[in-house]
T-cell receptor, first 117, second 110 residues
């Protein structure tokens, strides 16, 4: 089956630092990857759509200069939270659509729990 | 705006059947998906409906009525491990972009 990995799974950082989260599709190529944020007891909120070789498309209200997304290859997308603050503490999840199949099924990574002190 | 409505909580006993409803109002519609998420984990795909009707996958079935902008997830022979949050999600564009409902917390009791 389609497997998506994320690294790191958990990160604690000081306020003002930047954190990079990697999302990899392990056994398939993903032309499109998605980044979500989920606060406790809440739903997943789409942050941006990441397309290989082009600029990400950000959802309304998401600061593109704060959440930098790079999709350098068909198997890797990265999200960098720049100058992180405590309010950025959340569960960040990526997902990938499978190129050869319908885009109607997304495979999710295990998530990265970010805690900003 | 775009919205998906589903009940916030459902409680049922082991072995029972439970139905989780989802109504949606979105600017685009390509299909309705269902995801399961256990505490601290990532969502896992359960089912997808692109056309009207019932899709069955083991103990789980999902139904869609596009004319009513309505769907449901049916869980049969409930097990304790089914206790989790269940999200309906609409594929709103041909990019595969998903819009999620707020989630339904299912508690299965012995």
């Amino acid at each position: 089956g389609a497997v998506v990995s994320q690294h790191p799974s958990r990160v604690i950082c000081k306020s003002g630092t930047s954190v990079k989260i990697e999302c990899r599709s392990l056994d398939f190529q993903a032309t499109t990857m998605f980044w979500y944020r989920q606060f406790p007891k809440q739903s997943l909120m789409l942050m941006a759509t990441s397309n290989e070789g082009s600029k990400a498309t950000y959802e309304q209200g998401v600061e593109k200069d704060k959440f930098l997304i790079n999709h350098a290859s068909l198997t890797l997308s990265t999200l960098t939270v720049t100058s992180a603050h405590p309010e950025d503490s959340s569960f960040y999840i990526c997902s990938a659509g499978v190129m050869e199949r319908s885009t109607d099924t997304q495979y999710f990574g295990p998530g990265t729990r970010l805690t900003v002190l | 705006g775009q919205s998906l409505e589903q009940p916030s909580e459902v409680t049922a006993v082991e072995g029972a059947i439970v139905q989780i409803n989802c109504t949606y109002q979105t600017s685009g519609f390509y299909g309705l998906s269902w995801y399961q998420q256990h505490d601290g984990g990532a969502p896992t795909f359960l089912s997808y409906n692109g056309l009207d009707g019932l899709e069955e996958t083991g103990r789980f079935s999902s139904f869609l009525s596009r004319s009513d902008s309505y769907g449901y997830l049916l869980l049969q022979e409930l097990q304790m491990k089914d206790s989790a949050s269940y999200f309906c999600a609409v594929t709103s564009s041909n990019t595969g972009k998903l819009i999620f409902g707020q989630g339904t917390t299912l508690q299965v009791k012995p």
